[in-house]
């Protein structure tokens, strides 16, 4: 069986400098895969040649075993490939309703509907009232989307991606900037995703990585260092040397 | 009714302020009777600034030759009846698919730049089109104009009279149909999609929408919009002239909007009321004077008074409802 999203020899320059080279990587199918990596590793660039939101250099991107590397992003996200980002990308004066079944419609192709009102999409709305409660905004269902609280707009993320129905979910520091309490369940509701959505995270907090991830991979300066179990890579000494600092990460 | 109980939805129930916003013209049509040549201008206009806000309001495209479309209608209606053709409601359709082809055409221009980009594409095709229209006078009338329009009586039935009573309301009666369908389609889910792009277009293609393709679209159908206004103009004056395809034309919009109100439908209608309105009193009294208070109002709308009057409606709106708690 061919893995969930694969990558062959995927480089990407500007100009001189090579953010990603020549990386190989495998996602299995119902991974739960963590991307680390010092700051500039280029870790989110590679996210990007993932789902299509720059083209590579070089390399190619196999998303089930089909080459989709000159498919668009949008293709690609039809295709089950779904992501969300590190900084907030959302609707500002979208409802999280509206948000999500804008998301949830662009899956079942209603969107080119214009002759019937929105509330006649049942379905849609119903199906996004359930992945909001699934990610606890089901009270903030009517809110502008400006108008929540950081860590639910990270949650609005979240379910912008599951939206699509992913069979491949990458998750590009879905917890940045939110206090770690929050953060810490925020990957609770990523951990009950069902086990055939293969999720790749990127993530700077080691807890949270050491006790969600089943493979790591360590990017530097845009190539695989190394990757392995959790407990291979913990007790790699180049990586420890590189990322961890030498401390004895913490295991959950 | 369906979509209860989904908290931030939006109705597409007709409320009662709409109501009273469509009763004002049937009014105006009985209190002034001898205005209505302006109220047919002014139902056209409100006609165009719709078509522009489809775009500006509900797809975030900026365009300052939004006219290319007027003009394309107004010429089309004026050639079809100058060469035999006079019956007004499939002139209005030819007039529509004409621009509408043009608009689907230019999208593609339109669509994929940013906003300086936008701006520049739409302004260069309105010019190159109205210079087109100078230098084929043998087609258009040139600097002249296009004479010998007639019209045929609508629905075989009522005349266009001297006084316009029937150029005003058939100017309503398209206009209200037209807003009808604008109306259901902001509230569709194509019109969701629209506004999703409007808020945040590089986001749209991270959850599956082709985006350029809806630009597309409703470029398209906002530029046969635009083009039943001009069909209109000419159908209702008997007349057609370069002007059409003016640059003030297309930036009116741009001031009607403003004032009225972006992303509402209603802002739009209500701007070229007051535009017009405002220009036809001052105008008799000093031009110049016209535009200067006009320029005044712009600078403060923009700066402390966003949203145009709609958006004022609602600030005073919310701020009595508190001041009633």
């Known amino acids: 069986m061919s893995a969930a999203l694969e990558t062959r020899g995927l480089t990407f320059e500007f100009g001189e400098f090579r953010a990603v080279d020549g990386v ?21 660039t590679l996210v990007d040649l993932l789902t299509g939101m720059r083209a590579p250099t070089r390399g190619s991107v196999l998303l089930g075993g089909e080459d989709v ?7 690609r996200v039809r295709r089950g490939l779904a992501r969300t980002f590190q900084i907030n990308s959302l ?20 969107a080119w509907r214009w002759w019937q009102p929105l509330a006649a999409s049942r ?4 199906e996004a009232a359930a992945i909001a409660e699934r990610l606890g905004l089901r009270a903030e269902l009517g809110v502008q989307s400006q108008a929540l609280a950081y860590g639910k707009q990270r949650l609005l993320e979240v379910a912008l991606a599951l939206a699509a129905r992913p069979r491949v979910l990458l998750l590009d520091e879905p917890a940045a900037g939110i206090p770690q309490a929050e953060s810490a369940e925020l990957f609770e509701v990523i951990g009950r995703l069902p086990v055939e959505v293969s999720i790749l995270f990127i993530e700077h907090d080691m807890d949270l990585v050491f006790r969600f991830a089943r493979r790591i991979t360590v990017l530097a300066a845009g190539r695989v260092v190394t990757q392995g ?4 890579i913990a007790a790699n000494p180049t990586v420890r040397e590189l990322y961890l600092g030498n401390a004895e990460p913490a295991h959950g | 009714m369906t979509g209860a109980g989904f908290p931030g939805l939006r109705h597409p129930r007709w409320t009662r302020a709409e109501m009273v916003f469509w009763l004002l013209p049937v009014l105006a049509f009985f209190v002034f009777p001898h205005h209505l040549p302006l109220g047919s201008q002014i139902l056209i206009a409100a006609l165009f600034v719709l078509s522009f806000d489809l775009i500006l309001g509900y797809a975030g495209i900026i365009s300052l030759g939004h006219a290319a479309f007027f003009g394309l209608g107004a010429y089309t209606a004026g050639l079809l009846a100058r060469h035999g053709w006079g019956e007004p ?3 209005l359709l030819i007039a529509a698919a004409v621009a509408a082809c043009v608009g689907w055409l230019t999208s593609f221009l339109v669509v994929r730049g940013q906003d300086l980009t936008r701006l520049m594409v739409t302004l260069g095709i309105a010019l190159m089109l109205g210079e087109a229209a100078n230098r084929l006078p043998g087609i258009t ?61 590089q986001r749209m293609p991270a959850i599956g929408a082709p985006v350029t393709q809806r630009l597309s679209a409703v470029y398209t159908i906002s530029a046969a919009y635009a083009g039943v206004a001009g069909a209109l103009l000419t159908q209702t004056t008997q007349f057609v002239g370069l002007e059409v395809f003016s640059f003030p034309r297309s930036a009116e919009l741009l001031i009607m909007i403003t004032l009225g109100g972006v992303g509402q439908l209603y802002g739009g209608p209500l701007g070229a009321a007051i535009f017009m309105i405002a220009r036809e009193a001052f105008a008799d009294v000093n031009p110049q004077y016209w535009q200067f208070w006009l320029g005044v109002l712009l600078v403060a709308m923009v700066l402390f008074w966003r949203g145009g009057v709609l958006g004022a409606f609602a600030l005073l709106r919310s701020r009595l409802a508190e001041r009633l708690k």
């Open chain 1, 24 to 44: 190989d990587l495998s996602i299995e199918a119902g991974a739960r895969h963590a991307l680390i990596g010092p700051n500039g590793a280029g870790k989110t």
């Open chain 1, 69 to 75: 590397t000159r498919v668009s992003a949008q293709q």
């Open chain 1, 91 to 110: 609707f500002p004066r979208l409802s999280v309703l509206e948000s999500i079944v804008a998301a949830v419609q662009e899956r079942t192709g209603s």
């Open chain 1, 123 to 126: 379905a849609e709305m119903e």
């Open chain 1, 229 to 232: 179990e959790p407990a291979e």
């Open chain 2, 89 to 91: 409601l499939s002139g």
């Open chain 2, 141 to 201: 009338g040139g600097a002249d104009g296009l004479l010998g329009v007639q019209m045929w009586k609508l629905l075989g039935l009522f005349e266009f009279d001297l006084y316009g009573r029937t150029a005003y309301l058939y100017a309503l009666a398209v206009l209200f149909a037209l807003f009808w369908l604008a109306r259901r389609l902001v509230h569709s889910p194509l019109g969701l999609s629209l506004r999703g792009i409007r808020e945040n277009a």
